[in-house]
């Protein structure tokens, strides 16, 4: 569906969206999972053009969902350049990678992420790709005849990044914003990713347009940032409240557990286990809390 002049939503499941910039060229905004290249070469047939147009593919972030189809895009494009931010292109290069650091990790925290988990990522996964052109906050992404600017947005991961096009005041925020109201959020800071929502708060958003949830307009765009700038700053106390009256210190099943309680949303803590080390990591640098030394999980304190 045609969302913005030139700007087309390419509905990939009920859950997941990805965009084309059709204009003198072909610019696709993600390249979904493996197995998706096809839908979205038939609804680029149903323009005209077709994948093998493509000629960049602008990654927002290096998450299975949005990456994992790279290589097929790649394969179908032969003109095609894959982009991203420095600091996703690891993950984007390496898949295996992308599942080790952003999945396996909190089993060391006591809050392992289960095997079906585990294996429903691994299939969203295609072959690592080279990161071609290295995308950085300011640069413009031309369409051919209109260009769009790129925004660094971290929070949801660190190389995050957003296109803004002025002609329209149309957002391409991919994972930029999570719902409030929804599952668990991602950040691997909160307090980047309150910096970030911040930052888009600024622009004169005229519709937001990200792959998880409907399209947001110019008012519904203000009601959802400010939500998630409320949820992030409303963990964040629980957060701190929490370690100020625990005597010895919280692991992070722990924080997750109070994050859960908090919100009601998750159904267990191991679903919370990218939030609350989100916050642990904004106190660790704030100086508010320190890690222990102790044996068994990791765990912190207040530093008193």
């Known amino acids: 569906m ?6 087309h939503r390419i509905v990939l499941s009920p859950s997941l ?3 084309a910039l059709v204009g003198e060229r072909v610019v696709l905004v993600d390249a979904g999972y493996a197995g998706a290249a096809g839908t979205i070469d038939a609804y680029l047939h149903g323009l005209g053009r077709s994948v093998e147009e493509v000629e960049l593919c602008v990654i927002t972030h290096a998450h299975a969902d949005h990456f994992g189809g790279a290589a097929e895009i790649l394969s179908a494009a032969p ?4 982009a991203a931010h420095a600091a996703d292109a690891p993950w984007i290069e390496d898949p295996t990678r992308h599942l ?3 999945y396996g990790w909190s089993a060391a925290y006591g809050l392992p992420q289960p095997d079906a988990l585990l294996a429903r990522i691994h299939a969203m996964l295609g072959p690592g790709v080279p990161v071609g052109r290295v995308l950085a906050d300011g640069d413009a992404v031309n369409v051919g005849g209109w260009t769009l600017q790129v925004h660094h947005v971290p929070g949801h991961s660190r190389g995050h990044v957003a296109l803004f096009d002025a002609r329209s005041g149309s957002l391409l925020a991919g994972d930029a914003v999570a719902d409030p109201a929804a599952d668990p959020p991602v950040y691997h800071d909160a307090m980047v990713y309150r910096e970030t929502l911040r930052r ?3 622009l004169d958003v005229v519709r937001l347009l990200s792959c998880h949830m409907p399209v947001h307009g110019r008012a519904a765009a203000r009601t959802l940032l400010a939500g998630a700038i409320a949820r992030v700053e409303g963990c964040h106390r629980v957060v701190r409240d929490a370690f100020a009256g625990a005597q010895d210190g919280l692991t992070l099943p722990e924080v997750a557990s ?3 309680a908090h919100t009601g949303i998750g159904a267990e803590p191991r679903r919370w286990a990218w939030a609350a080390h989100g916050h642990v990591r904004a106190l660790e640098t704030e ?3 320190a890690r222990r030394s102790a044996g068994g999980l990791p765990a912190w304190e207040v530093r008193r």
């Open 100 to 102: 080790r650091e952003n």
């Open 200 to 202: 888009l708060e600024a």
């Open 287 to 289: 100086g508010a809390i």
């Open 17 to 19: 969206a990805t965009y």
């Open 79 to 82: 003109r095609a350049v894959l």
């Open 258 to 260: 109070a994050l859960l």
């Open 2 to 7: 045609e969302v913005a002049p030139g700007i």
